[in-house]
């Protein structure tokens, strides 16, 4: 099977649909828009790297034309003194959702991951009203975990919070992880 994305280094071309991903309530959508930002924030990290040994982010880009289809990001959480996990997210230019690439670049996310870190549980997750994201999760092998009530505060609302993780033994390397 042929996939539907792939994930690459974010290249400056990107940059104006990465910016309308944060910043245009259109498509940062209903469960993505926290408000107007610093509107040259996203360029400013571009030019520091948007990849560390703490976290990064990504392009999704559709693997027939590698056209920019949004991004992932992920950022290391400190869970106990000797133990941290990765907890990703995921933002899809509107015209571009509904088509399995938020689930398959998830996937990929937690894959990469795995094979090029030592952390164990990747998690993630999404308002409790954002049905088609939890689904997106599901299908990408994510585990639902619990509800983390009034844990997102966006548009005037604290608002609870559906949990997703996956261990590195849910997910077949071929060998390699």
Not at 45 to 67: M, N, T, W
Not at 115 to 130: D, F, M, P, Q, W
Request: proline residues 2%.
């Amino acid at each position: 099977m042929t996939d539907l994305v792939r994930l690459r280094p974010i290249v400056e071309a990107d940059l104006l649909l990465l910016e309308r991903i944060y910043e245009d309530p259109v498509d940062a959508s209903e469960f993505g828009f926290y408000g107007w930002r610093d509107p040259g924030q996203l360029r400013k990290r571009f030019e520091q790297g948007f990849i560390s040994e703490r976290g990064g982010k990504l392009a999704v880009a559709r693997a027939s034309d590698d056209g920019f289809v949004g991004d992932v990001g992920w950022h290391e959480v400190i869970t106990a003194p000797n133990c941290a996990t990765w907890n990703i997210g995921i933002g899809l230019l509107a015209a571009e959702r509904g088509k399995g690439y938020g689930s398959r670049a998830q996937r990929l996310l937690a894959e990469y991951l795995f094979r090029y870190t030592r952390h164990y549980r990747v998690e993630a997750g999404t308002e409790s009203t954002n049905l088609a994201e939890q689904r997106a999760l599901e299908k990408a092998g994510f585990t639902r975990e619990g509800v983390l009530r009034g844990s997102c505060f966006r548009d005037g609302a604290w608002r609870d919070m559906v949990s997703y993780s996956i261990l590195r033994g849910d997910v077949d390397l071929g060998g390699r992880g």
